[in-house]
């Protein structure tokens, strides 16, 4: 390491100290951040890990100078050129204009797989769940978070929901892969396509393809709310669980806090040219400067980074010795326990007490061993495998015209519409809020401003892009506000649409 510390005599003995150092960029962050950074790398340089360390400043001073992304541009040059991002939290101001710095180096590095580990360490960590030993792993880069989001209406607000077949199919992958290099037995999927038939729907397929691919790794998939329900209630029951972006971001937290607390876990953020590390907490501001937080979240997020970078053996004494510290009673104040603890220490202390038990193994708890698979190669990240799709025969049969009309009854609003189809693009249903209205609908549906109104080619017709902009002509002459169009779509005969609720 660039700022090397003493190196310890059980990583000399490892042999560790003649491997050739691997550059990686460290963000020391916000609040409790620079303190926890300080103890890890003091962690980590004690047992002997071979890195060049490049530091970028991120978070609050940023912010504060007017960089709404939280990093300047010439840091970026740092992170693309190591591409191990070792980052502390950081304190995200409150208001409009400041973009999530999480998110945008996900999404610009194309960090798809996010991998937390969640354990219990029974009986030295309080848990409800002593033999809890899951790992979430959550999609990173499309879902909801696409972050595409539009006022319609007065009284309307729209989320889109991207899911794309190269994105289930890179992160259902991995999680199997995952599974099979650390010796895993199950991968779980959850989603709700009970409801989200096409998106949500797609993953499910998509994991059902790929588990069929890994015949030696049991497979099941829970529809989300009793499978969130289940994960709650009997952890023990998981092994790895994979999950599109925001069931993921839910759910790790939950299973973070149920394994003993979230203060303990560290996360991946793995793409196919470069991965971050960090704790999955915040930068807690109320107990920064203070010498009280626990680093063992960023710690271990540490560990995981020193395992991508071909450094298992490493990555096997820290984790093991801070395994030990846990075992000998040595907590800091948020793990704390009257009669499980032995010693209340600082975060300075607790990083010397990790040091100091370096070579060691815990005695009750698991001890951990990393392998490097025989054919890695440390300085490339795994890539990525999906099949790229065929494109397939599209014909366009309708289109979904969204209006936004307020104070208006289904059936005139229907009667309106109907004067304006021509003979190939007829008025099927109106629905509001996804539910039937129009013809037949019920007095009792409540009715938004916001209406879609599908115009569908008869008898299975075909139809062109100047059909339906006709058809939007005529509806804005007729004086009605259309706000959007989805196109109706076949794809080698199969429907690219769902049907309205109630038809
Ligand atoms: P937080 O995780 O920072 O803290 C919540 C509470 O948890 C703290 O008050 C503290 O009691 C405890 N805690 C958290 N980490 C701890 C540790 N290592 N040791 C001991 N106790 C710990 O959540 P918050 O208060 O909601 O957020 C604070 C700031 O962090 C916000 O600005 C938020 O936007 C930011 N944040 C950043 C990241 C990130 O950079 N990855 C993640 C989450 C939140």
Redesign the pocket.
Known sequence: MTNSATVDTAAQQAGLTNQAPVPITVAR?????PE?MQATLDILSAAGARLSIQEIEI?EQLYKKGVMSGIEDSSWDSILQTRVFL????????GGGVK???VTTRKTLGLYANVRPCVSYHPFVDTKHPTMNVVIVRENEEDLYAGIEHRQTDEVYQCLKLISRPGSEKIIRYAFEYAVANNRKKVTCFTKDNIMKFTDGLFHKVFDEVAAEYPQIENEHWIVDIGAAKLADSPETFDVVVMPNLYGDILSDVAAQIAG???LAGSANIGEKAAMF??????????AGQN???????LLGAVQMLVHIGQQDVAQLVHNAWLRTLEDGVH???IFKEKVSKQKVG?QEFSEAVVARIGQVPETLQAVRYQAPADADPTKPPKPIYTPVKPANKELKGVDVFVHCAGIQPNDLGAKLEALQADNLRLQVVSNRGQKVYPQGFAETFCTDHWRCRFLAPEDGNITHQDVIDLLKRIAASGLDFIKTEHLCTFDGEKGWTAAQGT
């Open positions: 962050g916000d609040g409790i951040g926890i978070g980052k502390a939290p950081i304190t995200t101001p409150q999530s710095l999480n607390s979230v203060g960090e704790a999955i907490h915040g930068s807690a501001p109320r107990r009280l937080a626990n680093p063992s979240g960023l800091t104040y948020d975060t």
